[in-house]
């Protein structure tokens, strides 16, 4: 096998931006993703706006320009795409990571074992590991019975599908709101569940007072204080100071949030705070207990995941790039 210097795990905006790092600073390495490029933006709702602007999305130094304040969905996805063909950036698509291992034996190397779309299983091996996988992938799943039937989603993509349904959103931040914003102007009839009292003050500051004046005409019905207690075929079950009611639903939406996956973080020894149910780390280099083994982007924020963006993410990389090359006594790399 050959060595890289550098493995980097995870292909959107801090994987990116890690890989764009190490090529200025003369480190080999190889990003490996197991989907597509930015494959978390594909979850993202097809017609949706950034709520930052497009400078703040930008990584590698390269430009992103768009005619709007603030980009969409696709203008995001466009970038990402110049950005890898610029820099001719290293990556393995359709790879699933199933282990990281450690060097043992005095050895510091780690080997990372993968699998393809089609089964075929590859080895690879590096003198370090950035972890960038994310969070968006893995939603934040609430246990409930009937979380697994067909028309359960954690993700909302498109209003048109559901013209004419009764559609149930669990959830009461940005992405509910914006979802049943959507729902309701598609003809769905669509009704708001949330364990509080009110709707999260995080909302989009131009979303808020729209999601709020429309549950207080009726387009858009809301049960706070209320817990999901099962989802069946044709309904959900609500509880609310003790009283249970059904709600009719055709699709419901779980918009509970995302948390990073950290199994492979475990296995290869990487302690995980109980607390935050992140991977402790340095918050000066983002290198964990485990010596060469870095993570960056969400990752890093464990259950709160909501509070890394691309905007501040996207540095990440090229801090612990920045001590990788360092420690392994690359030349002094550039800033990106």
Known sequence: MDTRDVLIVGAGPA???????????????????KGALVNSLLHYPTEMVFFTTPELMEIGG?????????PSRMEALRYYRRVTDTYDLDIAFDETVTSIKAGGAGSDIFTIDTQGR?????????????MATGAYDFPNLIDVPGEDLPHVSHYFTAPHPFYRKRVVIVGGKNSSAEAALELFRSGAQVTIVHRR???GDSIKYWVKPDIENRIKEGSIAARFNTDLVRITPTHVVVTCNGKTDELPADQVFLLTGYISDNRLLRAAGVEIEAETCGPRHDAATYETNVKGLYVIGAMVAGKASGRIFIENGRFHGQVAIDEIARKLGAAKPTTA
């Not at 994987?15 to 993703?33: M, P």
């Not at 089609?118 to 950035?130: C, F, K």
Request: proline share 5%; net charge positive.
């Open 62 to 70: 390269l430009p992103f320009t768009s005619p709007n304040d603030k």
């Open 118 to 130: 089609h089964g075929q299983a590859r080895r690879i091996a590096g003198r370090t590991v950035v």
């Open 15 to 33: 994987g990116l931006a890690a890989a764009i790092a190490a090529k200025k600073a003369g480190l080999t390495y190889q990003v490996i993703e």
């Open 197 to 199: 009292a009110a709707l």
